[in-house]
């Protein structure tokens, strides 16, 4: 079954902490995404990569880090320097083919609380 | 400042009914649109695309229409069912090859 896979789907931290969000997929995409969703706003892009040991920021990066060593996996560290971390991160990757690029797949998402 | 706007928070449908989600941008540079759907606690999945050669593209019940003019996009959906009571997302593709999202429409639909 192909698709992409985040865990866990409920995550709790103590404020200071760094916390890990993983993200991988089977489904042989270059690209791969981070957003985050908070109430009323749309999903805002944190990083993205497009191949393997390569990455750029997204609008809103600040206080987060990626690393892309496989192409199936692209975690996201959300680091003590970022001020509101509370929120909703959705994984998604994309094929690089024009046809089907503009096209992204998204993971259940993980749900971050810190206390 | 919010290139892609989703003016309604929530729109409440009688199902077998019509329902219209709306989209503004900001961008003339935008020339691919996209409609996601999502459920609370899932990550969302495409619906439909259209791009700026055309004013209409239609899926089943779905059918998106663009007005380029008027930098405005909507999303019919036609009859309404409960299983569409969702969070509808309308994105834009800017030249970098980014989704740019608009806020999210929660659509209810009514039995």
């Known amino acids: 079954d192909g698709g992409i896979t985040q865990s866990p789907k409920y995550l709790f931290r103590k404020e200071g902490q760094n916390v890990t969000l993983s993200c991988e997929q089977n489904?042989?995409?270059?690209?791969m995404y981070w957003y985050r969703q908070d109430p009323g706003q749309g999903l805002r892009l944190i990083y993205y990569?497009?191949?393997?040991?390569?990455?750029q920021k997204g609008d809103i990066a600040e206080g987060y880090s990626v690393s892309r060593e496989k192409k199936e996996s692209f975690p996201l560290t959300v680091t003590s320097a970022q001020k509101n971390p509370t929120a909703f991160y959705l994984c998604?990757?994309?094929?690089?083919?024009?046809?089907?690029?503009?096209?992204?797949?998204f993971g259940p998402g993980t749900r971050l609380t810190v206390l | 400042d919010q290139q892609v706007k989703q003016n309604s928070p929530s729109l409440s449908v009688q199902e077998g009914r019509i329902s219209i989600l709306n989209c503004d941008y900001t961008?003339?540079?935008?020339?691919?649109f996209l409609w996601y759907k999502k459920y609370p606690a899932e990550g969302p999945t495409f619906l439909i695309s259209?791009?700026?050669i055309k004013d209409k593209n239609e899926d089943g019940r779905f059918t998106v229409f663009l007005n380029k003019s008027a930098k405005h996009l909507s999303l019919h959906i036609v009859p309404s069912q409960p299983g569409d009571s969702a969070v509808y997302f309308c994105?834009?593709?800017?030249?970098?090859?980014?989704?740019?999202w608009g806020a999210g429409t929660k659509l209810i639909i009514k039995p």
């Open positions: 489904l042989n995409h270059d690209a």
């Open positions: 259209i791009s700026s």
């Open positions: 961008n003339s540079m935008f020339d691919y």
């Open positions: 994105a834009a593709l800017n030249s970098n090859y980014q989704l740019i």
């Open positions: 998604a990757s994309s094929p690089r083919d024009t046809i089907s690029y503009n096209e992204q797949f």
């Open positions: 990569s497009q191949i393997v040991n390569d990455f």
